[in-house]
């Protein structure tokens, strides 16, 4: 998306920030002198503005992360839009760099909007990206490293032919953006998909080229929706057809091979995804649930919570697909200001298809467990009453990683849900929050909790009853997040699609840092991702707690939390080491 649009601006910046006329003149810090808001291990830049994750990729030993960056300031500003540029040999501990790719040139004066990164035939990488140009129009760039050589890819080099793709005479000029990773086909062209809209139409359009310099547009686009309004990001990906949880290369094909269309939609700030079968000949994409429609907001979702502009990556180093997101803040502009930036991404997740053939499975990368420290856990089987809640003492629970495994010895107190609710999840966990008793939940953690329990956030499971079978709902409820005015505190929530009356147990992983509540439900079937902001920890501790609110006991069959310990994260690139393997290669 490289940018926002105007109204999506006052979208973030007013409706969910409300923002007060007033600055805060000394935000609180703590005793190393960092925000007590600012993250310890999600990726941000030191300072200013950051949003949609642009061109992820690992090169000559080394993972590189690009992002939209506002080098001015806290705010997002239409013309000053470039690519941040920071370096890893961990996808933790990051390095910054001087930025990639900035409006300088007449095909991007006015700025430089979101696109990917693409590793050319004979390994050089290349960049694809929308460039907002001297009349304000959005035209696809091109850019290659000045020295390919160079593991950190410190400058890139925009060559004076660009565009390379220009405004087609169809579309407006501000509806065509965000060039995809390029895939080939098995014809030996090259593939990527571009948002845009024509005639009225969200499209996905889907242009070729043989050179990676002349493209030209498909007939047919990829996917068009006359309901969803504009799209963007999108992202084209193949996944392992049976529940595999290894990775493929962007341009895998063939027998056993499935593939992911997402899409970003603005009318809803949200990202979706649809599992399905592409067929490179015809550049068609037909979905595996045709039931769920063209409307893409009726397909699954990466993330219930705060997140959008999702873009992945093959990792060939360790063979996995990871996919990061964008997590805007939720507080005031003026809040940004005082700050001093804005943003953070979430953690980095590995993709891969269930073994039902139609829904994603997400995890965070293993490399985050390497900053585990001390861990505390609960007695193995301890037994939930109704009303019940266990605090999880002995670690900073402002910085932790919790697993909880809970087992339902019973469902028949499962509440009847209404069909109605089926169509709006989020309402839904309003209206059945952690604090209103139910039969099978509320059951789960509350988080970044001040001691009277005044401010908490909960992350929790509700099991229902359903036309003879059972739907599980999963929640996270931020309306009692934070006392402040001009917080954006709604709850979140989506249906897990799991057999509950099989399986009996269901899990819940949450990372919790500082300012952000990232949960994974039923083993990645399920996430959701908030930004809370809670009074309480400018001058005291959190707490944490595992609960029952249900009629119906649980148990909890496995407990552990660890505090973890914080990441190196854009504090400069000094003491930057880089292997001569490609393989085993570190940084710090």
Known sequence: MAGLPL????????????????????????????????????????KNWQNDPNGPMYYNGMYHFFYQYNPHGALWDIGNLSWGH???????????????????APFDINGCWSGSATILRGGTPAILYTGIDANKEQVQNLAFPKNPADPLLREWHKPSY??????????PGDKFRDPSTAWLGRDGLWRIAVSAEVSGVASTLV??????????RNDAPLHSSRAAGMVECPDLFPVKAHGEEGGLDTSASGAGVSHVLKLSVMDTLQDYYMVGRYDDAADAFVPAEPERGDDVRNWRRFDYGHVYAAKSFFDARRNRRVLWAW??????????????????????RKLWLDKDGKQLRQWPIEEIETLRRKRVGLRRNTMLSAGAMNEIVGIAEAQADVEVAFRIPSLEEAEALDSNWLLDPQKLCGEKGASVP????????????????????????????????????????????SARAGVYKPPYGGFVDIDIEERKTIKLRTLVDHSV??????????????????????????????????????????????????????????????????????SY
């Not at 006329?21 to 830049?45: D, I, K, M, W």
């Not at 890893?88 to 760099?97: F, H, M, Q, R, Y």
């Not at 997590?327 to 003026?334: G, K, R, V």
Request: with cysteine; glycine share 6%; proline share 4%.
């Open 7 to 46: 109204s999506a601006v006052a979208f973030y910046l007013c409706l969910l920030a409300s923002s007060s006329s007033a600055l805060r003149v000394a935000p609180a810090t703590t005793s190393e002198g960092r925000h007590v808001r600012r993250t310890a291990y999600h990726f941000q830049p030191a």
């Open 86 to 104: 920071s370096v890893s040999g961990d996808l933790v501990n990051w390095a910054a760099l001087d930025t990639a790719i900035d409006p300088t």
């Open 162 to 171: 660009n565009p390379v793709i220009p405004l087609p005479a169809d579309v």
């Open 207 to 216: 242009y070729r080229s043989a050179d990676f310099v002349h493209w030209e």
């Open 327 to 348: 997590a805007n803040e939720s507080d005031s502009q003026a809040d940004d200001v005082a700050r001093g930036w804005s943003g953070v991404q979430t953690v980095p």
């Open 438 to 481: 139910g039969g099978v939940g509320p059951f789960g953690l509350i988080v970044m909790a001040s001691g009277d329990l005044q401010e908490h956030t909960a992350v929790f499971f509700r099991v229902f009853r359903h036309d003879d079978k059972y739907k599980v709902l999963m929640c996270t409820d931020l309306t009692r997040s």
């Open 517 to 586: 509540v990232e949960s994974y439900g039923a083993e990645g079937r399920a996430c959701i991702t908030a930004r809370v902001y809670p009074e309480h920890v400018e001058t005291s501790n959190s707490h944490m707690f595992v609960f029952n609110n249900g009629t119906d006991k649980v148990k909890v069959t496995k407990l552990e939390a660890w505090e973890l310990a914080a990441a190196t994260v854009n504090v400069g690139d000094e003491g930057l080491i880089v292997s001569e393997s490609k393989d085993e290669s570190e």
